[in-house]
């Protein structure tokens, strides 16, 4: 496709957008060729969702945008949408609406207004939720899914819409991995074949790069820089617009981008572990050697590996399990386990699950006196009261915190945080943060489906449990002992 040759699909010319004494855009102009993926950029605050917002009209902004040549704002509401769909990073999502519904929204710009979908509508439907894994819940209300599969069903509604032009805001920031890949690979086939064109905003700067066919720089409001991926994502802009120190590594032609971090080498073990976790004596049949210890020798524990220079021994690490599939919190409660063998301090935040509910893995970790906080007060999306339940998640948040930084556990295992952070319960950033600057000695395990985007950037080990089948689909109810 020779894109200079073409008409630009969407023309943005000297878009500025002020609030009060604030300039959030400042004269942003850039084309898109039809068929062509942008991704747009930028630190915290530079402006990025303004400008998608901008774009699609839901922002009045200075400035001007056409679509093939057509001022978008001289067009009708209806035809607006029948060019541009938008994906918003926080939708607004109806109350009680089945997500086939929902995604059958996007059909509306095609409608009389008194008429109904049709069957061709049903179908288009139904194939895209197909396509994006969401079939199974087709019969369900929107706001009973997770953050991951509502960020799913927003984009299946942009794409039964059928504009040649999509704006997507963070479309991957609540999906777990897998899910990220899938999206973005069926939004990178339909550009290919020059059937979308793509505008996306991305946190995570190796995504955006890979699929983008240029990348658009914002900072403070303006274009810091707009190319290739290899010629805007290099080491002195990020340093210079991110305020970050990376490293660039190209990967069969992906600029791969990855956080420079100055690792502690050594773990620093509790003061009680050498008293109850010495390695026993080398065995030996020699009667030479075994006469040449003496009865209280003691062996050093092992701090290091051999291999200094391929191996280090952190203080503290960050786990997340996350996932569609059964064992993510099982897994946890190994690990605290564990941690309750090495004589460690464990504490267990559960955020979903009700104290009421007598789980076998509380019962026994009390009984191994872990510091157990029922921090929920069952499952949200059978609550009646959501307002209260954010009430609890928020002061059960706020409680994590505090017994994170209070540094008194050697391992705090955050049950289903991840829910919390994508029903918007709760602010990400100081989940984040607190994460980040804990104590140094503290290591944090958190489970949850959909891991958004910034709790694996700060995570040190992240694991993707994957749903092969599962007893529920097939109408068998949760087994205590097995399922919970």
């Not at 630009?8 to 102009?29: M, Q, W």
């Not at 049949?285 to 092992?302: C, F, G, I, K, L």
């Not at 509380?362 to 191994?368: D, F, P, S």
């Not at 409680?399 to 540094?407: D, P, Q, T, Y």
């Amino acid at each position: 496709m020779n894109q200079q040759m073409q008409e630009p699909a969407l023309s943005v010319t000297n878009i500025s957008f002020r609030v009060k004494e604030a300039t959030l855009l400042d004269g942003i102009s850039f084309d898109v060729a039809p068929g062509e993926w942008i991704s747009i950029i930028g630190p915290n605050g530079a402006g990025k969702s303004t400008l998608l917002r901008s774009i699609s009209g839901a922002s009045r902004a200075r400035g001007n945008v056409e679509v093939f040549g057509e001022p978008l704002m001289n067009l009708a509401p209806k035809d607006r949408a029948k060019r541009v769909a938008w994906v918003p990073q926080t939708p607004t999502v109806p109350v009680g609406m089945s997500v086939i519904d929902y995604v059958l929204l996007g059909r509306t710009p095609y409608l009389h207004p008194l008429a109904s979908p049709s069957k061709r509508d049903v179908a288009t439907t139904k194939d895209i939720l197909e396509e994006l894994s969401l079939e199974s819940f087709a019969r369900r209300a929107v706001e009973t899914l997770s953050g991951g599969e509502r960020q799913r069903v927003v984009i299946a509604r942009a794409l039964a819409q059928d504009t040649p032009i999509i704006l997507l805001d963070e479309p991957t920031s609540a999906l777990d991995l897998g899910h990220q890949q899938d999206v973005l690979l069926r939004l990178d086939r339909l550009r290919a074949n020059g059937e979308r064109t793509i505008i996306s905003t991305m946190h995570d700067l190796t995504l955006a790069g890979h699929f983008a066919d240029r990348v658009l720089m914002l900072s403070k409001g303006t274009v810091a820089s707009i190319g290739p991926a290899a010629e805007v994502l290099t080491r002195s802009n990020i340093a210079e617009h991110y305020g970050a120190d990376v490293s660039i590594t190209n990967v069969r032609g992906t600029i791969v981008i990855s956080p420079t971090i100055s690792t502690p080498s050594s773990f620093e073990l509790p003061e009680h572990f050498n008293q109850h976790h010495t390695p026993p004596a080398k065995n030996t049949n020699s009667e030479t050697e075994s006469s040449s210890m003496s009865s209280d020798a003691t062996a050093e524990p092992v701090t290091e590996t051999p291999d200094k220079e391929s191996h280090r021994v952190a203080k503290s690490l960050v786990l997340v399990n996350t996932g569609d599939g059964k064992g993510k919190s099982s897994s946890a409660f190994g690990m605290m386990i564990r941690g309750v063998a090495r004589d460690w301090n464990v504490a267990v935040v559960q955020f979903v699950k009700s104290g009421d509910w007598n789980v076998g893995e509380e019962k026994v970790g009390r009984q191994l006196g872990v510091d157990w906080h029922n921090e929920g007060d069952g499952f949200t999306w059978s609550s009646d009261d959501l307002e209260h339940d954010k009430a609890i998640a928020q002061a059960g948040w706020d409680n994590a915190k505090a017994l994170i930084m209070a540094g008194e556990h050697q391992l705090i295992i955050l049950d289903e945080l991840t829910y919390l952070i994508n029903w918007g319960w709760i602010d990400a950033g100081p989940v984040y943060d607190t994460i980040t600057n804990r104590p140094k000695h503290v290591s944090i395990v958190v489970t949850g489906r959909d891991a958004p985007q910034g709790l694996i950037d700060v995570a040190d080990t992240v694991s993707e449990v994957v749903k092969v089948k599962h007893a529920f689909d097939n109408g068998i109810l949760a087994k205590r002992g097995l399922d919970y």
